[in-house]
């Protein structure tokens, strides 16, 4: 089991900007898939955004294409998440989550951090 650390969030205005980083230290196998997941209150967890190891593919939710962008820097075991023009509809607690493959299913990935929240006033 790997230690992920979300951190980040905070209190933003509509049409503000966040930038959350998910740091994955100590992998073994080094070469893993991360997404980045949400849940509001009342609501299950969804998917936001997700890279493979190389950063070559991506893949993004409706609600985020457009206005979130994913990164990564494997020399720091770091994946970023940059969130612009937020809305209210965004507030969530924000998970960052590691597996073998990329994917949009909670399912596929095996080590998940603590969350951070993301609060969007109107």
């Known amino acids: 089991q790997v230690l992920l650390v979300e951190s980040g969030g905070g209190l933003v205005q509509a049409g503000g900007s966040l930038r959350l980083s998910c740091v994955a230290p100590?992998?073994?196998?080094?070469?893993?898939?991360t997404g980045w997941f949400r849940q509001a209150p009342g609501k299950g967890r969804e998917f936001v955004a997700a890279?493979?190891?190389?950063?070559?593919?991506?893949y993004f939710a409706d609600s985020a294409k457009g206005r979130f962008t994913i990164s990564r820097d494997n020399a720091k075991n770091t994946v970023y998440l940059q969130m612009n023009s937020l809305k209210p509809d965004d507030t969530a607690v924000y998970y960052c989550?590691?597996?073998?493959?990329?994917?949009?299913?909670?399912?596929?990935?095996?080590?998940w951090g603590q969350g951070t929240q993301v609060t969007v006033s109107s």
């Open positions: 890279i493979s190891w190389s950063g070559r593919s991506t």
């Open positions: 100590g992998r073994s196998d080094n070469t893993y898939a």
């Open positions: 989550a590691i597996g073998v493959a990329l994917s949009r299913s909670l399912e596929e990935y095996d080590n």
